[in-house]
């Protein structure tokens, strides 16, 4: 380790059992109390709309402008722009190639430009990125650099997609990364990170941050190899077995946790936010949200995200259809439980807006939708610009029509969106730190601990690359201990400070050496 790094850790003689040991978990903290019903979380003044790829609004500076234009019309404050599509970006700066799409108006970027004029209207933007979203068969990305051609179904043990345990990838027509693979997880952080470094974006919001619909997915080779590595469990597990589900939703944890203290640690004034999953009947508390279809089949963990400090904002993809009353009541029962667990485990709120779907919808019901949601205390953004209708979707409408009608009923006296006003909230502020491991055969389920004032106040464990990491910390002076070292810095009072990498070594067992025979005694 470099002289630098020997001033400021302090070795000890901790052996912790091996490489892979690994302290006793803590049982997850009390979650504090919620706000009360009816007082407006953080977020609350959002009006948001979801701008999304696979249509006209991004690909030329005319539907840009239109776009932007149509939004400040519509009332809205807040522009989810959607970005990374399916490892392609509708810009020109990111570690991911632009989109291959012959609409594209060639040197354009939508991102720049979108972010430019939205802010000039005083809108937010938002970068809209679909984290695991690798290829769709039907339109596939052709530029030769994309990750479908490197490290897509025909790259062999270099492939990076999640696969069910006959070895297949497709999932209709998609193509998904695996973020157990360490070369995808990075792959996956890097993409988003690229965006925060090179755009004046506003904040990022994490999209298809699971694994697909059906719960037997994660089949790859590497993955099975990694999961028996550090778990000790030999064989492959059944897609039902608990402890193979937990493995799995923890790497989906893992890249929410790099990206979002990676983020921030590059922009404290960054909204980290995730469109998470609200499959049918809502829960009533945290033991029954781990019964749901979100928790236990696409393995997302977004109340966990929450209480860790890793999200600012959680839109939930609230996608009811009122006409159907047990819908309309799912709806209403998804914004209750969040709002009952937006909170901090340092006790600081979460914001918390409902999606809602449009495009499944009339707009007397989009309305409605919106208005109980501000009612409940929280934001709103609906889903989609182009396709704003359920006429519109179904085509019996243009979506300039499907706009129109929208408008009137959001924007009429009483409306949702009756009063604009801009969204001037700043981000949660985030304290804590970020760090990783190296030097570790297997790097990945090492125990990581936090301490201040010699007691512990936190404790997580390394993800796939070595990665660890923790938010919402109380500000001070910080030891952190993994396998046999300590490290101190001091976390600010806000934001993110990133350690250097630790080198570890993997523990050998050594022979003992023979006990010499002593001299015969002497006469």
Same mark, same amino acid.
């Given at each position: ?272 936010s995730a469109a998470t999953i609200t499959y049918q009947t809502p829960p009533a508390d945290l033991a029954a949200f781990q019964t749901t279809r979100t928790y236990a089949d696409v393995l997302q963990d977004w109340p966990g995200w929450m209480r860790a400090g890793w999200l600012d904002l959680n839109v939930l993809m609230n996608y009811k259809r009122d ?70 979707? +179904? ?7 499907? @706009? %129109?009608?929208?408008?009137? &009923?959001?924007? =009429? #006296?009483?409306? $949702? !969106? ?76 806000? +934001? ?7 080198? @570890? %070594?993997?523990?050998?067992? &050594?022979?003992? =050496? #023979?006990?010499? $025979? !002593? ?5």
């Amino acid at each position: 380790m470099a002289l630098s790094l020997l001033r400021r850790a302090v070795f000890v003689s901790l052996v912790l059992g091996g490489a892979g040991a690994q302290a006793p978990a803590t049982p997850p903290a009390p979650v504090p109390p919620a706000a009360a019903p009816g007082a407006a979380l953080p977020g609350a003044a959002l009006r948001g709309l979801w701008v999304d790829a696979f249509g006209p609004g991004l690909h030329t500076p005319a539907q840009v402008k239109q776009t932007v234009e149509d939004a400040a019309r519509l009332g809205v404050n807040t522009l989810f722009v959607q970005a990374i599509r399916r490892a392609d970006c509708l810009c020109l700066n990111a570690s991911v190639p632009p989109v291959s799409d012959p609409e594209l108006a060639p040197g354009f970027d939508p991102l720049a430009a979108v972010t430019a004029q939205a802010h000039a209207r005083g809108m937010k933007v938002i970068a809209w990125v679909s984290v695991t979203g690798a290829a769709n068969t039907a339109k596939p990305n052709t530029r030769p650099g994309h990750v479908f051609r490197t490290h897509g179904p025909a790259a062999g043990a270099a492939s990076w997609l999640s696969r069910r345990p006959d070895g297949s990838w497709q999932e209709g027509r998609d193509a998904w990364l695996d973020p157990a693979i360490p070369g995808a997880a990075d792959h996956m952080a890097q993409a988003v990170l690229s965006l925060v470094r090179r755009y004046p974006v506003d904040g990022v919001q994490l999209d298809r941050i699971r694994y697909p619909d059906g719960g037997a997915w994660g089949y790859d080779p590497k993955t099975l190899a990694r999961y028996r590595a550090e778990t000790g469990r030999p064989g492959t597990p059944a897609p039902s077995d608990p402890a193979w589900q937990a493995w799995k939703r923890q790497q989906v944890s893992f890249l929410v946790r790099r990206i979002a203290l990676e983020a921030k640690a590059l922009n404290p004034e960054l909204w980290i936010s995730a469109a998470t999953i609200t499959y049918q009947t809502p829960p009533a508390d945290l033991a029954a949200f781990q019964t749901t279809r979100t928790y236990a089949d696409v393995l997302q963990d977004w109340p966990g995200w929450m209480r860790a400090g890793w999200l600012d904002l959680n839109v939930l993809m609230n996608y009811k259809r009122d006409p159907l009353p047990e819908q309309a009541g799912w709806f209403d029962g998804w914004n209750a439980f969040a709002r009952r667990v937006a909170v901090r485990s340092d006790g600081a709120p979460v914001a918390v807006a409902a999606g809602t779907a449009m495009y499944l919808n009339s707009p007397a019901v989009t309305a409605a939708q919106a208005t109980r949601a501000l009612n409940a205390g929280l934001g709103w953004v609906g889903y989609s610009y182009r396709t704003p209708t359920l006429d519109v979707y +179904g085509e019996r409408q243009s979506a300039a029509q499907g @706009l %129109r009608a929208v408008r009137e &009923v959001l924007r =009429a #006296p009483g409306g $949702a !969106l009756a009063a604009p006003g801009p969204w001037t909230e700043a981000a949660p502020v985030a304290r804590g730190l970020l760090g990783r491991i190296t030097g570790l055969t297997v790097p990945g389920g090492q125990r990581v601990q936090a301490w201040q004032g010699g007691a512990l106040v936190a404790e997580a464990d390394t993800d796939a690359n070595g990665y660890y990491g923790f938010a919402a910390l109380p500000p001070g002076p910080t030891e952190v201990r993994v396998g046999g070292q300590r490290w101190t810095e001091t976390v600010p009072a806000k +934001g993110v400070v990133r350690l250097p990498d630790l080198l @570890l %070594r993997d523990l050998k067992a &050594v022979p003992a =050496a #023979p006990v010499p $025979a !002593l001299p015969p005694a002497r006469p």
